[in-house]
């Protein structure tokens, strides 16, 4: 883990920062249960060797009773032979002596010994008990802080989403937005939760065990750290293979998602042409990736958690064999034995785990990092530092020897030049691909124009404040779009506008009754066109928001728009040429270029194209 990362992470701890004080509390229950944990081995040695095997031998100068453990290791070698003694209210007894009594006797003469066992088996209740509320307070509240930084971070990455200039998704696939949202910012949790604190916890405890296990026996301590480094280094490639195996499913599981939303998406068009095979084949691959995948991660899982906890098995069964002549000699008491197992596995329960919490650590911030990066995209308010507002004047919008390419190497309009008068009601007509809703796109200040200049009242777009260009616009686009909300909330968008008017004036006022998902192809025009025009702003622009209409309901718009919106500019866009016979001025468009202008009558005489794709409609 390079110093790259402990950067990263501690950039996603200062996102945590509102939460400092659940998080402290989280960090002190981490602790707290490191040292409770250490602590219950401690509690089973003491009661052991206290009070469940004899403690007291004779000194072997003075012959008098001595509590062996009182004395220290080389006290005991030197001052006390093997044999050892109960205190008894009728004095020292040999262990044969005493347990060849009946029963009843032996609890009375041991009385006092299972008192202090009674205490100790509260004792150790009570720190189980302390472990499960401290362990309880960890996961809580780290997984609250953790949730809470994913929840922030989630909202803002969303909203840089949408600001984010339109340019920017016609590079990145939708999947890329939805994968920074979810397994990105999901993957940060973890770094709370089960990484970052937990490596410091792992390593206070290894620490803690070993000094505790030095303190009991420094042979058996050496002996077992032997097998420190094979551990580490088997939980590394554990933990690596662990990291591919998982990838591989998350891969898995976007390109299932990213699928299926494609497929169902098309799903008419599917079972129009009865693709099913194509589909199911397409289906199986992902399917089968998915499942090696999975059987991947199980295979690893299957193997190598067995192998560490093999060895920790092995380490056990070294110190057992290993110190069952210790035990005689006086090197370990049998009380220090038993605590000596335990401490084994509060030992190596970091060292097993330390590679794969590292890789969670990592993954986690190759999340963060992500989600950045895409943060770091600018927004359209970032990237536009217009701060200009024009004011309303008679030459509302005006091309100049305007260029435009989208990808940097096909041309959409080869040098355009119009102008539209306030109150003009203005037609772009021309063959599919003409570049049509291009026009409209560099007028809406969408996209900058590569070359020339689209000025709208006099000032460039890319010199408009943006919030303020948009407020010109009421636009009804050729994609149109109907949020899953109620049909009110569709057309004001959560503004306070006033929209009935314009529903009874095209007589749709039947369309409130409607749910969302009910539209028809044309009502939901209507409801595009109905958020448009209640919004009353000066510029109205159309793109094909009128194709699936029928001719009366048509008409009346029509009527609407030349009476009752006189004064506003409107630029239409239609391939039907009734559509566009209602304005005052007509600009045909040919391959990215202006190729005739002027009203319908004028065009008629021409007979040039506007002539021919009439006469064509005509029939
Ligand atoms: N986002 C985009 N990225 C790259 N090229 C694009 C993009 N949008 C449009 N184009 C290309 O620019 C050209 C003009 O497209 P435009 O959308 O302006 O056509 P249009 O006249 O509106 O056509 P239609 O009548 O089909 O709506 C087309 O060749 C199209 O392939
Ligand atoms: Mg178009």
């Not at 058996?220 to 750290?225: G, K």
């Not at 409801?527 to 309901?553: G, H, K, M």
């Amino acid at each position: 883990m390079g110093r790259g990362y402990l950067r990263i992470i501690g950039e996603l701890f200062a996102l945590a920062r509102p939460y400092w004080f659940p998080f402290s509390l989280a960090f002190v229950s981490l602790v707290g249960t490191a040292v409770v944990e250490v602590s219950i081995p401690q509690v089973v040695r003491h009661t052991i060797d206290r009070y469940v095997v004899p403690r007291y031998a004779p000194d072997k100068a003075t012959g008098e009773m001595v509590d062996v453990t009182t004395l220290s290791k080389w006290e005991v070698e030197k001052r006390v032979g093997p044999e050892r003694y109960y205190r008894t209210p009728i004095g020292y007894l040999e262990p044969e002596d005493l347990f060849k009594r009946p029963y009843d006797e032996i609890l009375k003469l041991r009385e006092e010994d299972l008192k202090a066992i009674n205490r100790m088996f509260l004792l150790f209740v009570l720190l189980l008990v302390l472990r499960f509320i401290l362990n309880f307070s960890f996961v809580f509240l780290s997984s609250w802080v953790g949730q809470k930084v994913a929840n922030d971070l989630r909202l803002r990455t969303f909203n840089h989403a949408l600001r984010l200039p339109v340019s920017f998704y016609d590079r990145t696939p939708l999947g890329v937005i939805i994968t920074r949202l979810t397994n990105d910012i999901n993957s940060i949790v973890e770094t709370f939760t089960g990484g970052f604190l937990n490596i410091f916890q792992n390593v206070l405890m290894f620490f803690a065990a070993l000094v505790l296990m030095f303190a009991i026996s420094v042979r058996l301590t050496l002996l077992v750290l032997l097998l420190i480094p094979v551990i580490l280094i088997l939980s590394y490639v554990f933990a690596g293979f662990f990291a591919k195996a998982w990838r591989k499913v998350r891969t898995g599981i976007a390109r299932l998602n990213a699928f299926v939303q494609e497929t169902i998406w098309g799903l008419k068009t599917i079972q129009n042409f009865m693709a099913y095979d194509l589909v199911k084949r397409r289906f199986e691959e992902i399917n089968s990736y998915l499942y090696s995948a999975y059987m991947g991660v199980v295979y690893i899982a299957g193997v190598f958690r067995p192998a560490l906890s093999f060895l920790s098995y092995v380490a056990i069964a070294i110190v057992v064999w290993y110190s069952a002549g210790g035990i005689m000699k006086g090197d370990i008491t049998f009380g220090g034995l038993v605590a000596f197992l335990s401490y084994i596995d509060i030992l190596f329960k970091p060292v097993q785990e330390f590679a794969q919490r590292i890789q969670v650590v990592q993954s986690s911030a190759a999340g963060y990092e992500k989600v950045k990066t895409f943060l770091s995209n600018p927004t359209e308010y970032e990237e536009r530092r217009g701060t200009l507002r024009g004011e309303e004047r008679e030459e509302v919008i005006r091309f100049q020897d305007v260029r435009h390419s989208y990808d940097g190497r096909r041309w959409a309009l080869r040098g355009v030049t119009f102008s539209v008068r306030k109150g003009e009601k203005v037609a772009l007509v021309g063959r599919t691909g003409s570049g049509k809703t291009t026009i409209l796109n560099l007028i809406l200040g969408f996209y900058v124009p590569t070359e020339g200049e689209v000025l709208v009242y006099g000032i460039p777009t890319a010199d408009w404040d943006i919030t303020a260009l948009r407020s010109l616009y009421a636009p009804v686009m050729q994609d149109l779009t109907v949020f899953a909300d109620s049909i009110p909330m569709n057309i004001t968008l959560g503004y306070d506008l006033d929209y009935k008017g314009i529903l009874e004036e095209l007589e749709i006022t039947y369309l409130l009754h409607k749910e969302y998902h009910e539209l028809s192809a044309g009502e939901k025009q209507l409801v595009s066109i109905a958020r448009a025009l209640a919004f009353n702003r000066p510029i109205i622009v159309f793109d094909e928001a009128t194709s699936n209409l029928d001719p009366i309901t048509e008409l009346k718009l029509q009527r609407i728009l030349v009476e009752r919106f006189k004064n506003k500019t409107l630029i239409i866009v239609a391939h039907r040429l009734a559509t566009a016979r209602i304005a005052d001025r007509i600009i045909v468009l040919e391959d990215g270029r202006i190729v005739e202008e002027g009203n319908h009558e004028e065009l008629m005489e021409r007979r040039g194209k506007y002539y021919e794709l009439y006469k064509l409609q005509e029939v």
